[in-house]
């Protein structure tokens, strides 16, 4: 399996538009950041999680020429702004997308981009989907490969993450069930968001995240969801335990 980081920043992202903060000025390529997203590969499969606002960039910086799926977190905008833009993969392929995502997120989605789910009068220019509800402790299939959704809480908010075989995405994780936990046992290798050092209310901070870390025990972890108020990449990283990354855009890794 590969995955592919195609995004690693916060809601604004970094640079920040307007910002004078000093990570914003940065000229090392691993603190600029767009909206948070992987790419994963696997056999002949091919999926993303979330598309923000990015997502165009994002699919032409990283060479993606299929797209079988999209996993969807949750329904905030920098995670799902991007959605009119798998057209070209559907004029491509000629087959709706399939979009996985919690059932009030397929209905955010279809208020949002009814043009994109409705299926009578459709405007002929518009992508088509295929909206395929993820229901908490079942898991799904694409092709013969399970995927484990894990249940977090990004405040208030219920976000899905995935396990998908020895591979773990958490984002927005702000707290999570010891029974959730369990789903990610001898995972190795997790990925999980820390937002910045002070704590937040709907993120884990760098601290929370380290401490999860260590609590699921993973052979590698990657932090993603980074705001420029952690820090400058090269500096934060030297903090970090042996086992844990700071992860950058354009970033491969394999499992």
């Not at 000229?27 to 923000?52: A, E, M, P």
Request: aromatic share 10%; hydrophobic share 40%.
């Amino acid at each position: 399996m590969q995955v592919y980081f195609l995004g690693t920043g916060t809601s604004q992202g970094i640079p920040v538009i307007g910002s004078n903060h000093s990570v914003c000025k940065s000229t090392d390529n691993r603190d600029k950041r767009l909206r948070v997203s992987v790419w994963i590969t696997w056999d002949d499969h091919s999926i993303v999680i979330d598309c923000g606002p990015d997502f165009r960039q994002q699919m032409l910086s990283c060479g993606c020429s299929q797209l079988d799926a999209i996993l969807f977190t949750h329904e905030h905008a920098d995670h799902t702004a991007g959605l009119d833009d798998i057209r070209p993969f559907f004029f491509k392929q000629g087959l709706p997308i399939n979009v996985y995502g919690h059932q009030r997120v397929l209905a955010n989605l279809s208020k949002r981009f009814d043009y994109i789910f409705e299926n009578e009068n459709k405007y002929p220019g518009a992508p088509s989907v295929n909206p395929i509800e993820i229901i908490n402790n079942n898991s799904f299939t694409i092709g013969n490969t399970s995927i484990v959704p894990i249940n977090v809480k990004h405040g208030n908010i219920q976000v899905f993450g995935f396990r998908i075989m020895d591979f773990a995405y958490l984002t927005d994780v702000k707290t999570i069930d010891d029974l959730e936990i369990e789903k990610l046992n001898g995972v190795k290798v997790l990925v999980v968001n820390a937002l910045r050092e002070e704590p937040h209310h709907s993120h884990f901070n760098l601290q929370e995240a380290i401490d999860f870390i260590n609590l699921v025990q993973p052979e590698k972890a990657y932090l993603t969801h980074i705001s420029h108020l952690l820090g400058f990449h090269e500096e934060v990283q030297k903090r970090l335990p042996d086992n844990v990354y700071l992860a950058y855009d354009n970033l491969i890794i394999t499992v």
